[in-house]
């Protein structure tokens, strides 16, 4: 059976079903105060997927306290979104799931920054270790807002990547390229005992005092790789992103980088390479929903 055949997709029942048991594999627990008593009311004939909790008398749905909190759309359309976004290599517009969802553009769009808020993992641990090689490289994408195109890329938006082989990615939106932009974030990002490869670039010369060993390729005189000196792997990561960027995304403003960038890493650390098909990735990004926030007034201005 296909996965869009899913009852959750198109039932809304249904899908409220299975939010739950995502976000309450245990069972039910209140959103107000953590109880997880047996006795929450069900108040499902009242309204749809309503409970109330016998201990702090307040009423909650399973969207209470995630990124869906106060969601209008409803949730069996929101899964549909998920499983769009989660499963579409280089992503899905939002007047692609507006003329899909059949819902309004201004709708699709902010559900879609949802979504992507609920990406972001905000993993702190340290890339690496003994043995393990990091790829390290910057991008650029966009143009910086009252700032015309020059050439060289002042004028657009800096993004830096780090890739394990055979392992995640980790990217930030950054305000330079400098060394002092970017070696304070691989100095917390990455483990000493792991091996760095970089290009030439001159913010990276002195890399080796902070890690197990770094070498480089020199793009500029045409070396793209010396048997495991490369850094091929970022770059590939870096083709998605930006087919999507520019294929499917177009434009992107300043403020919204950062959940654009999760919403790639999300997909690249939960790839089919990694044994995760298109079913589980979107179950993790749902996972992802809890704890989270985002209002349309914080995230509708550029």
């Given amino acids: 059976m296909s996965v869009l055949s899913k009852p959750y997709f198109h039932d809304e029942a249904k899908a409220f079903e299975y939010l739950e048991s995502v976000l309450w594999p245990e069972g039910l627990v209140c959103p107000h105060c953590g109880s997880v008593s047996g006795k929450h009311y069900d108040l ?23 990124v869906f909190e106060q969601a209008h759309i409803p949730l069996n359309k929101v899964l549909q979104a998920v499983y769009l976004m989660t499963s579409s290599k280089k992503g899905i517009s939002a007047h692609q799931l507006h003329r899909v969802l059949e819902i309004t553009y201004k709708a699709a769009w902010f559900l879609a ?26 991008t650029f994408i966009g143009q910086k807002k009252d700032m015309p195109k020059r050439r060289g890329y002042a004028h657009k938006h800096a ?43 001159g913010q990276y010369t002195h ?49 919204h980088l950062h959940r654009y960038v999760a919403e790639f890493d999300f997909r690249y ?13 979107a179950h ?19």
């Avoid at 770094?214 to 087919?243: C, L, M, P, Q, W």
Wanted: hydrophobic share 35%.
């Fill in 207 to 255: 890399l080796a005092k902070d890690f197990a060993s770094h070498d480089y390729v020199n793009h500029g005189a045409g070396e793209y790789g010396r048997g495991k000196v490369h850094t091929n792997t970022v770059e590939g990561f870096y083709s998605i992103f930006k087919r999507g960027m520019k294929g499917v995304y177009q434009h992107c403003g300043e403020k």
């Fill in 44 to 66: 499902r004939k009242t309204r749809m997927g309503l409970r109330k909790c016998s201990d702090c008398r307040k009423q909650f749905t399973v969207k209470v306290g995630t």
């Fill in 113 to 138: 920054h949802r979504i992507r808020e609920a990406m972001r993992s905000g993993d702190l641990a340290p890339m690496g270790g003994a043995g393990e090689i990091i790829e390290i490289d910057e």
């Fill in 269 to 281: 650390n939960n790839r089919v390479a990694l044994g995760i098909d298109d079913a589980e990735r």
């Fill in 159 to 201: 993004v830096l990547s780090l890739v394990e082989r055979g392992g995640t990615v980790r990217s930030f939106h950054v305000d330079g390229t400098s060394a002092a932009h970017l070696v304070p974030i691989l100095r917390a990002n990455i483990a000493k005992e792991a091996s760095v490869m970089t290009d030439e670039a």
């Fill in 284 to 302: 993790r990004a749902l996972e992802g929903v809890k704890g989270k926030r985002l209002l349309y007034r914080d995230s509708s201005a550029e």
